[in-house]
Each structure stands twice: as C-alpha cells, then as structure tokens.
C-alpha cells in the first residue's frame, strides 16, 4: 500500500485518538465519562498502525507522529492512579509491618550494629567519667550535661535553646531527626558501609551519653526526658538501618538477579521501611516536643507511659496486618 | 556499537518499539540549579514572613525547610512528571519502561539525591551519570527511572507539491525511504539547500531537479 493511501484510510483513526487523549489530559471532573472507554482499542489500533508504517518503510515524518501518539497512549494506559488515602491507611495498617517482617534479619543486624556499641559505649562512660572525652569535646559535655542538669527548668534544651517554644522545637525535630532517618537509608547505597557507620556512631554517641548522665548522677532527668519517645526514635533509626542495609545487600551480594535488578527490588522494599520510620520519627518528635519537655508529670507517669508505647510499638510491628498480602 | 544518540529503546506490551530521548549532565544539572534557585527563593520569603511570628512561625519555618528539602522534587514529579527547573529545560522524569513516575520511584530516587550529592556538588552522581549508558545517576539506578527530553507532539506533513513521475531504476527500501524524507524535510530546508541534495541524484540542475525528486518522492508515497 502506497503511503499516502494508508494516511488517508487510517488518519481518521489518530484523530479520534488524539480528540481522546486530549479529553483524558483533562481533569477528571470535566471529561466524557462514556468516551473513555475506547482508550485500549484505540491505542491497541494505533499500535499496529505504528509497527505497520515502520515495517513498511514509510517515511520518518509519518513515523515520528504514530510513535508519539503510541507513546502517549502508553503514557494514559499505563500510568497508575489510586485512592490515596486508601493507600496511606493500608500502608499503615498493613504494608509497613509486613514489609519490616519480610526483612526481620536486616532489621535485627540493624538493631545489634546500633544497640551493640551504645551499651558497650554506656557501659564504659558509667564506670568511667572521663571517657566521655574521647568522644566529645569539652564544649559539647559541657552542653550535654546542662541540658539534663537538674536545676535546669526546661530539660532537655540546650543553652541556646532554652526561649524556644515547644511547637518550635517540634520543626526542629522533625528537620533534624527524619533527615537522620533519610540519611542512614540513604548512604546505604555505598554498599552499606554508611549505613554501618552511621548506625555505629549514632549508638556510640547516643550510648555515650546516657551512661556519662547517669554516672553524674543525672538520671531523673535524662531518664524522664528521653522515656516518652525512645521508643518511636530508637527503633526508627534501626528500621531506617534496615533498609540501608537491604541497598548495600542488593550491592554486594544481589543474589540471583543482577546487581541492577537486585537494587532496583531492594530499593523498593527499602523505601517502605524508609516511610514507615519517618511517621514513627514523626510520632516521636511529637511526643518529645510536647510530653518530654514537660517537666510537670511525676517520672512515674513518663515511665509508664513509656512502657505503653513500647508494648503497643511492639505488638504493631509484630502483629499488624498478618496474614495480609503486603501491596 | 558506537552511539553518538542519547536513545533508550524498550518495547511495549502490546509489542511495538517507543525510544525515548535521555538527557545528559549539563541540561540536569541546568535544571538543578534552577530548582534549588526557586526553592531558595521560596525558603527566603518564608522566613521573612514566619520567622518574625516567633515561637509558632519558627516551628512552621522549620518544617516548611525540611519539606523543601527533600520532598519539593517529589511532589512535583508525582503530580506534574517533572520539577519546574527539568519543565524549563524541557526535561521529565519516567520509569525504565516509559510510564509515568509513580511515589515509590520518586521517593527513591530523591531520597538517594544525598548520595548522589556525596563527596561535593553531585561528585558521586556525575561519575555515574557518565559510567551509565542511560546518564542514571546512583537514585535513578535505584529507582529504576530515566530523565528524558519531553518531546512535543510531531506531526508529519506528507502533501508532495510535484507532479508524480515513475522511478528509472528500481530503488532499494532504504533508497525509496530517504527520498520520501527528502520530501518532508525540502520545506524546512534553505532553497539552495534542496537544489543541491536534489542535484545528487538528478542530472538536470536548480529547481528543475528539485521538481524531479520530488516527483520521485510522490511516486511512491502516493502513486499518482
């Protein structure tokens, strides 16, 4: 068949085509509902108008217009659109706990790569009151210590700090910690080893100065302050952890697939762990703006509340969503 | 086999071939510089109208920076398919197989921008954008997706303005396929431009020529 033959038997074709794909570009609340469902076999028609003009040699003009139009019809076909909030809520009820279950091992290696040297550090800075100076500089003990003295009337602020109100401490954490969330995910894609290095420093640190407060004898203080949102922060970090680890893993031992692949996968599961750590990041710096810095609850209260999300955290993580296809 | 075009081809389902057209370094980096240009902007405004509302404005302020750090290209890739800096530069972004970016991918990819950022100014992320045939950078690696050119909708122009005459020889496809390109690309060409190209294959000279390639052309496109 001639070129121009074709153009003019087909062309009528690519216009309904094109008048559609211009209604879908629309949003949805002005389309044609009743027209839309002609997308596949149009696009289906066009296809093989495409492959036919390449077949047969016809010129590139007339080539370069089907695969644009082929492409934009792949574009509307293939695009995926849900419901949103459907889709937070089953994340939340369902795919993150499943997904951090499917990874149990790297989140244990994460949490023993973080709690390992935090207890080893705390240990050491307890029994040892200089030896939080290998550690930190002067300055920064001096700081610390202020922080959680007890004639402080706002712990857990530093001297500069000290005017800054509660909701403006909550920015603070939210910039700060879930950036530290991101990052320990992110620097996983140097095959893990910054993702092992942050997790050991974080635990070196926070361990640190746990141990060094409780050895001046500061514990009311610190222990009451971090209790409320230990419990989201510490295992967001770990869970973060784990899904750096899940990248360096698709690195240096992809497995069956190749490395492409094997990161591509990894990354996938990786990013639900990495959002479900930082609505529990979020959580947390919620809880230590507002309940934490609150000086006037008995330490008794703050421990038991403490104990609640602990529990509550652990049966979420641990039962949430069973036997549900994590999607 | 050498390849001076940046093309990535992948099939469909339906079992036809789509390129898409990738962009290298220099127009990304264009577009970052762009896109931080105009969250920057952003940030400044917000400070000069939250940071003077003191305790609750400082507290906004903190969590409007850490969105505008990490989740600006997100929201934009998702809703839109590019950032304002990769639309200025004509770029958008697409998975491997040329549908639209979805959450998981952006996020991916964004989240994956700090090392890609590593040691300095996308040092990390250069080195891979040049290594990959595709220009991925590390996040695009993971993420699974390619910065492209949008191209805007071709449309081909097929009317021969010659009067048909028959082929003295039999052409090959190839030969048969320039000549109907020849077509459409004379009236985008200078004049003396399409003499030339036409005077090739034709023994007469000037206009005439053209009017005999042409003629060729409309042959086989339409036969009369």
Redesign the interface.
Same mark, same amino acid.
């Not at chain 2, 400082?58 to 969590?63: D, E, Y």
């Not at chain 2, 197989?97 to 639209?100: C, I, Q, R, S, V």
């Not at chain 2, 690696?141 to 699974?144: D, K, T, W, Y």
């Given at each position: 068949m001639k070129q121009q033959q074709f153009i003019d038997q087909q062309r009528p074709l690519w216009d309904d085509f094109r008048r559609l794909a211009d209604e879908l570009d629309k949003p949805p609340r002005r389309r044609a509902q009743a027209e839309l469902a002609r997308l596949p076999e149009l696009y289906r028609r066009l296809c093989a108008d495409y492959a036919l003009a390449r077949h047969r040699h016809y010129s590139s003009g007339l080539v370069e217009e089907l695969h644009d139009l082929v492409q934009r019809g792949h574009r509307l076909l293939y695009q995926r659109k849900s419901i949103w909030l459907w889709r937070m809520v089953a994340f939340v009820w369902s795919g993150f706990p499943n997904t951090l279950r499917r990874h149990s091992r790297a989140f244990w290696l994460a949490t023993a790569l973080f709690y390992g040297p935090a207890l080893a550090m705390g240990l050491a800075c307890y029994f040892d009151g200089d030896f939080i100076y290998t550690l930190l500089d002067p300055f920064e003990v001096a700081s610390m210590e202020f922080m959680y003295d007890p004639a402080n009337p706002l712990p857990g602020r530093s001297e500069d700090r000290a005017s800054a109100s509660d909701f403006a401490m909550f920015g603070y954490y939210i910039w700060n910690n879930i950036g530290i969330g991101f990052r320990t995910f992110a620097s996983g894609m140097l095959a893990g080893v910054g993702t092992v290095f942050l997790l050991l420093f974080n635990g070196v640190a926070i361990g640190g100065v746990a141990g060094h407060l409780t050895q001046l004898g500061f514990s009311a203080t610190f222990w009451t302050f971090v209790a409320g949102h230990s419990a989201f922060e510490l295992t967001a970090i770990c869970i973060s952890g784990a899904a750096g680890l899940l990248l360096g893993k698709a690195i240096l031992a992809p497995g069956r697939r190749s490395r492409g692949e094997a990161l591509k996968w990894a990354a996938l599961e990786a990013v639900t762990l990495v959002m479900g750590a930082a609505l529990l990041l979020l959580g947390a710096a919620f809880i230590e703006a507002f309940w934490s810095s609150n000086g006037a609850v008995a330490p008794t209260v703050k421990y038991m509340v403490s104990a609640v999300l602990w529990t509550a955290l652990i049966l979420y993580l641990g039962f949430a969503g069973r036997g549900r296809d994590a999607t | 086999m050498l390849q001076l075009d940046t093309v990535h081809t992948f099939e469909?389902p339906?079992?036809?071939?789509?390129?898409l057209r990738v962009a290298g370094p220099l127009p990304r980096a264009l577009a970052w510089v762009l896109d931080t240009l105009i969250r920057y902007t952003v940030l400044f405004v917000l400070s000069m109208v939250l940071l003077p509302l003191?305790? /609750?404005g400082? *507290?906004?302020? /903190?969590?409007m /920076?850490?969105l505008m750090?990490?989740f600006y290209p997100v929201l934009f890739e998702v809703t839109r398919g590019t950032t304002p800096g990769k639309k200025a530069m004509g770029l958008a972004v697409?998975h491997d197989? *040329?549908?639209?970016i979805?959450w998981?991918a952006s996020?991916?990819r964004n989240?994956?921008?700090?090392?890609d950022f590593?040691p300095v100014l996308y040092g990390l992320g250069l080195l891979s954008m040049l290594i990959n045939r595709q220009s991925k950078r /590390?996040g695009d690696?993971?993420?699974?997706t390619l910065v492209v050119y949008a191209?805007a909708? @071709?449309?081909?122009?097929?009317t021969i303005d010659a009067e048909a005459r028959t082929l003295p020889v039999p052409l090959a496809?190839?030969e048969? @396929?320039a000549l109907?390109?020849f077509?459409? @690309?004379s009236s985008k060409l200078a004049p003396g431009r399409v003499e030339e190209l036409a005077e090739i294959i034709s023994t007469e000279r000037g206009p005439a020529a053209v009017q005999t390639v042409l003629g060729y052309a409309r042959w086989?496109?339409? *036969?009369r």
């Open positions: - | 469909t339906e079992g036809v071939d789509l390129s003191a305790e /609750l400082v *507290g906004t302020f /903190l969590i /920076l850490f750090e990490w697409v197989n *040329g549908t639209p979805g998981p996020l991916i989240l994956l921008r700090v090392i590593f /590390l690696l993971a993420a699974g191209e909708a @071709r449309r081909a122009d097929t496809v190839e048969q @396929r109907l390109d077509a459409e @690309r086989l496109g339409n *036969g």
